[in-house]
């Protein structure tokens, strides 16, 4: 049953895919999504069942699936240099013609490694990200369903991409789970690429010049992380001779030897998680269909940059890699909230609150404790139900009011009571204790209690996180600005964002089970006690949740009164006659301090410190 279980994580989404771009009925692509994301969850619970497991069993652990994995080290390389002579670009050249270098080098000098043990490994980590993907990637391509149809709508397509699009997208899934659950860094490197390639046609789906623009942007920045992968990886058969994973992260190898290799493979992991100063692609990515962003921030690709990350945890530990590598991501943490603070644009809010969480992530990989570890887990699993619902009820909310600015959706309760309130919900729940993320933030706190720096960084990035989503959920839920009847979402698209929600509210009490189920036996008892009173303060917090709710529906049947504005009446609505005798437009609007939290300025100060920081990731290793 095992190995049936990781074919139908890791070849059905194919499959299925295929099947997609074959039949191009828009009823059969239907049942095959529904029926891809049901598979999905049963081959994830079955993997639950026996996990963890160190086997070598099927399809993963052949020499047909290491053949084929060592030839995309080839392929895929060959084919971004394709597209980036086609288009002219530069960077995209230069870094794949790098990843051919490397791998015609180790063709050519490194001897054959030893074989993994087990080509198939599977524990709590791997399993998190494996249900993450088979859960929240299975309801972002249902939700796709309705919204690709509307979207093509408004573009007006003569000939529907859908076919197209639905295989990527499904096939994206399939590689995040055979990344998860290899322990051959070739077949890792392999599917790590393979999202580059889904990521890059995802982004550019729509063909426009922007959306071409930011996928090569995307596969310019993930082909320096593929390089930086691949030179780690060559060093690693070079001095160890070894590419089985978890081999690789037992401390005791890397006694008296240079961590050069690791910070490397760091540094891969931070260019997909778009930590500072990548952050580009993933912002980039928003001109795509709120979907693929969905996919993006959510369940895939920058959660396959963190789970290396934390993969590397066992070796980073107390070591200068470590310790500079938690200071690149809590930086990252404190910028990019401050930058989310001055976006009015909803996904870019989004964005770089994702950036933001991830490089938290960051932080408790390079700390390395198994208090960190735990707090990593649970931002994982929480934060992928949670930004998922939000990009999924933005972009529901785009559709219904035609923009994905904040200042267009004030009131938007009132358009699509349901979406808004899940939103509002979803929000947050990335700020309110005692749910998920705010547990992480506290557990990292915690782990980081030995170095102040990083203590100020995070304390610092999660109280502009807290008025960033106070403010988002505030103007969602006020007034009744935009007027008219609400309509209901269709089923496809309602289904799914209620269920993220119950996901994103319903993890946070499930902290210390989470962390029973994904940590070692001896990690989850260390930490127990810590969580002795989340169900109860879970249960004080949705109590308080459900009233202030039913205070805020009485309210909003309540006639708003103008207000007091001062100055002599005026004969046009909405103004007034203020000083000089002007006529003065009344308008409302959130504070978003451009001087303070513009792009431009703290962009260019953030790059050039977390280049510091990268530069001295490196320096590290050799200290």
Same mark, same amino acid.
Request: aromatic share 6%; net charge positive; hydrophobic share 55%.
């Given at each position: 049953?095992?190995?049936?279980?990781?074919?139908?994580?890791?070849?059905?989404?194919?499959?299925?895919?295929?099947?997609? @771009?074959?039949?191009?009925? &828009? /009823?059969?692509?239907?049942? @095959?999504?529904?029926?891809?994301?049901?598979?999905?969850?049963?081959?994830?619970?079955?993997?639950?069942?026996?996990?963890?497991?160190? $086997?070598?069993?099927?399809?993963?652990?052949?020499?047909?699936?290491? #053949?084929?994995?060592?030839?995309?080290?080839?392929?895929?390389?060959?084919?971004?240099?394709?597209?980036?002579?086609?288009? #002219?670009?530069?960077?995209?050249?230069?870094?794949?013609?790098?990843?051919?270098?490397? $791998?015609?080098?180790?063709?050519?000098?490194?001897?054959?490694?030893?074989?993994?043990?087990?080509?198939?490994?599977?524990?709590?980590?791997?399993?998190?990200?494996?249900?993450?993907?088979?859960?929240?990637?299975?309801?972002?391509?249902?939700?796709?369903?309705?919204?690709?149809?509307?979207?093509?709508?408004?573009?007006?397509?003569?000939?529907?991409?859908?076919? /197209?699009?639905?295989?990527?997208?499904?096939?994206?899934?399939?590689?995040?789970?055979?990344?998860?659950?290899?322990?051959?860094?070739?077949?890792?490197?392999?599917?790590?690429?393979?999202?580059?390639?889904?990521?890059?046609?995802?982004?550019?789906?729509?063909?426009?010049?922007?959306?071409?623009?930011?996928?090569?942007?995307?596969?310019?920045?993930?082909?320096?992380?593929?390089?930086?992968?691949?030179?780690?990886?060559?060093?690693?058969?070079?001095?160890?001779?070894?590419?089985? *994973?978890?081999?690789?992260?037992?401390?005791?190898?890397?006694?008296?030897?240079?961590?050069?290799?690791?910070?490397?493979?760091?540094?891969? /992991?931070?260019? #997909?998680?778009?930590?500072?100063?990548?952050?580009?692609?993933? @912002?980039?990515?928003?001109?795509?269909?709120?979907?693929?962003? $969905?996919?993006?921030?959510?369940?895939?690709?920058?959660?396959?940059? !963190?789970?290396?990350?934390?993969?590397?945890?066992?070796?980073?530990?107390?070591?200068?890699? =470590?310790?500079?590598?938690a200071l690149a991501g809590a930086f990252t943490f404190l910028a990019t909230s401050a930058l989310a603070l001055g976006q009015s644009n909803a996904k870019k809010i989004l964005a770089y609150s994702t950036v933001a969480n991830l490089g938290l992530i960051i932080t408790c990989a390079g700390l390395g404790s198994p208090v960190a570890v735990a707090a990593g887990v649970v931002l994982m699993v929480v934060h992928a139900a949670t930004?998922?619902?939000?990009?999924?009820?933005?972009?529901?909310?785009?559709?219904?009011?035609?923009?994905?600015?904040?200042?267009?959706?004030? /009131?938007?309760?009132?358009?699509?009571? !349901?979406?808004?309130?899940?939103?509002?919900?979803?929000?947050?729940?990335?700020?309110?204790?005692?749910?998920?993320?705010?547990?992480?933030?506290?557990?990292?706190?915690?782990?980081?209690?030995?170095?102040?720096?990083?203590?100020?960084?995070?304390?610092?990035?999660?109280?502009?996180?807290?008025?960033?989503?106070?403010?988002?959920?505030?103007?969602?839920?006020?007034?009744?600005?935009?007027?008219?009847?609400?309509?209901?979402?269709?089923?496809?698209?309602?289904? &799914?964002?209620?269920?993220?929600?119950?996901?994103?509210?319903?993890?946070?009490?499930?902290?210390?089970?989470?962390?029973?189920?994904?940590?070692?036996?001896?990690?989850?008892?260390?930490?127990?006690? =810590?969580?002795?009173?989340?169900?109860?303060?879970?249960?004080?917090?949705?109590?308080?949740?459900?009233a202030g709710m039913k205070v805020m529906g009485r309210q909003s049947g309540v006639t708003m009164a103008t207000p007091y504005i001062g100055g002599l009446p005026s004969t046009e609505a909405g103004s007034y006659v203020g000083p000089l005798g002007r006529n003065w437009i009344l308008s409302e609007g959130n504070e978003y301090a451009p001087e303070l939290f513009g792009e431009s300025k703290l962009t260019m100060i953030g790059g050039?410190?977390?280049?510091?920081?990268? @530069?001295?990731?490196?320096?590290?290793?050799? *200290?």
């Amino acid at each position: 049953m095992l190995d049936a279980y990781i074919g139908v994580l890791v070849l059905w989404p194919l499959v299925a895919g295929l099947l997609c @771009l074959v039949l191009k009925s &828009p /009823g059969v692509r239907t049942a @095959l999504v529904l029926s891809t994301g049901a598979a999905l969850a049963v081959g994830a619970l079955g993997l639950a069942s026996q996990a963890p497991f160190t $086997a070598s069993p099927g399809f993963l652990a052949s020499e047909t699936a290491l #053949k084929i994995a060592e030839g995309a080290a080839f392929v895929l390389p060959a084919y971004f240099l394709l597209r980036g002579l086609m288009e #002219k670009h530069l960077l995209v050249i230069v870094f794949a013609c790098l990843q051919l270098a490397l $791998a015609v080098a180790g063709a050519m000098t490194l001897s054959a490694p030893a074989a993994p043990q087990s080509a198939v490994a599977c524990d709590g980590l791997s399993l998190a990200l494996t249900l993450v993907v088979a859960i929240i990637g299975s309801l972002i391509c249902i939700f796709a369903l309705p919204y690709m149809k509307h979207h093509e709508e408004h573009l007006h397509l003569k000939v529907s991409r859908q076919p /197209g699009f639905f295989l990527v997208l499904l096939a994206f899934l399939g590689f995040m789970n055979g990344l998860a659950l290899s322990n051959d860094l070739r077949m890792f490197e392999a599917f790590f690429e393979a999202t580059t390639l889904c990521s890059f046609m995802l982004i550019g789906h729509d063909n426009t010049p922007e959306a071409r623009k930011s996928a090569f942007r995307a596969l310019w920045m993930n082909s320096l992380g593929g390089v930086a992968l691949h030179a780690g990886i060559i060093l690693i058969q070079k001095q160890f001779g070894i590419v089985d *994973i978890h081999a690789i992260v037992n401390p005791a190898v890397w006694t008296g030897v240079s961590m050069l290799p690791i910070a490397l493979l760091a540094i891969a /992991g931070c260019v #997909k998680a778009a930590q500072m100063p990548f952050q580009g692609w993933l @912002l980039g990515a928003m001109v795509a269909p709120t979907p693929v962003s $969905a996919l993006l921030h959510s369940s895939t690709m920058v959660k396959a940059g !963190v789970f290396l990350c934390l993969r590397l945890s066992p070796v980073l530990q107390g070591t200068n890699t =470590g310790r500079i590598l938690a200071l690149a991501g809590a930086f990252t943490f404190l910028a990019t909230s401050a930058l989310a603070l001055g976006q009015s644009n909803a996904k870019k809010i989004l964005a770089y609150s994702t950036v933001a969480n991830l490089g938290l992530i960051i932080t408790c990989a390079g700390l390395g404790s198994p208090v960190a570890v735990a707090a990593g887990v649970v931002l994982m699993v929480v934060h992928a139900a949670t930004k998922g619902l939000l990009f999924l009820c933005v972009g529901d909310m785009e559709q219904v009011v035609g923009s994905r600015d904040l200042e267009d959706l004030r /009131g938007a309760i009132a358009k699509r009571p !349901v979406t808004a309130l899940a939103a509002a919900l979803g929000a947050m729940a990335m700020v309110l204790p005692p749910l998920g993320m705010l547990v992480g933030k506290w557990a990292t706190l915690e782990a980081a209690t030995s170095n102040p720096i990083i203590v100020v960084l995070i304390s610092l990035g999660s109280a502009m996180a807290v008025v960033c989503w106070v403010r988002f959920t505030g103007t969602l839920m006020s007034g009744k600005s935009l007027a008219g009847p609400h309509k209901s979402a269709p089923a496809l698209t309602s289904m &799914p964002i209620l269920t993220m929600l119950a996901c994103a509210v319903g993890l946070g009490m499930a902290s210390p089970w989470i962390n029973a189920l994904f940590l070692d036996s001896s990690i989850a008892g260390a930490l127990a006690g =810590g969580w002795g009173l989340l169900p109860p303060l879970f249960v004080v917090a949705m109590l308080a949740w459900i009233a202030g709710m039913k205070v805020m529906g009485r309210q909003s049947g309540v006639t708003m009164a103008t207000p007091y504005i001062g100055g002599l009446p005026s004969t046009e609505a909405g103004s007034y006659v203020g000083p000089l005798g002007r006529n003065w437009i009344l308008s409302e609007g959130n504070e978003y301090a451009p001087e303070l939290f513009g792009e431009s300025k703290l962009t260019m100060i953030g790059g050039i410190l977390s280049i510091a920081l990268l @530069l001295a990731l490196v320096g590290g290793a050799f *200290i």
